[in-house]
């Protein structure tokens, strides 16, 4: 059974196996949580994501797939990039954002990774409705088949805190 976690701050102050990245499919950084953890987590996390670009990705990292890199100077031993889909009101991209999720653990359960800490994915930049975003989150989180043992959402304002807690119960 894998425990959902709730905490109101940064992601790039949280102590856990593995940091979540909303990253895009350049995987060279960008602003929101991307800038934020590469900003606290120093150059050591871009360097791994430029030989993964040269090596595997060197067309981006699709959309609703996840990746790991070391995590630098932040207290968690990886970043797991995920890249999500940007909002549309036209075409339902939820399977996209269910897979950033599934992914994401997919990966950590591949690293050993216990303890995970999520941002919400796609609700920034990206536009996704926060309400629909924290469904998505919680309910793939819920379904996955997985060994990590606590999923930690880390909401960055009141608003996706509440989004997410009313998910939760
Ligand atoms: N800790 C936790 N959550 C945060 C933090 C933080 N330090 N900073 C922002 N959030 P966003 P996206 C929240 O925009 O929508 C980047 O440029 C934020 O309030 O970071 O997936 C990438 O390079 C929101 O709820 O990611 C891509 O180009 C959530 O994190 C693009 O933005 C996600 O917001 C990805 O957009």
């Not at 949280?14 to 350049?26: F, H, K, T």
């Not at 926060?130 to 009141?158: K, N, P, S, W, Y």
């Amino acid at each position: 059974m894998t425990t959902i976690t709730l905490v109101r701050g940064d992601i790039t102050r949280e102590s856990v196996d593995a940091i979540v990245n909303a990253a895009n499919s350049s995987l060279l950084g960008g602003g929101g949580v991307d800038g934020a953890i590469h900003r606290r987590g120093g150059p050591a996390i871009l360097d791994d994501c430029r030989k993964l670009r040269a090596s595997q990705y060197g067309k981006g990292l699709p959309t609703g797939q996840a990746v790991a890199t070391t995590a630098g100077d932040l207290d968690a031993r990886w970043v797991i990039h995920t890249v999500g889909p940007v909002w549309s009101a036209s075409e339902d991209r939820s399977q996209l954002l269910a897979s950033c999720y599934r992914e994401s653990l997919r990966v950590a359960d591949e690293l050993g990774a216990r303890t995970v800490a999520f941002p919400a994915v796609s609700t920034g930049i990206y536009g996704w409705p926060i309400d629909d975003g924290a469904r998505i989150a919680v309910e793939t989180v819920r379904a996955a088949d997985t060994a990590v043992e606590e999923v930690r959402f880390v909401l960055f304002d009141e608003r996706a805190y509440e989004a997410f807690a009313a998910r939760v119960g």
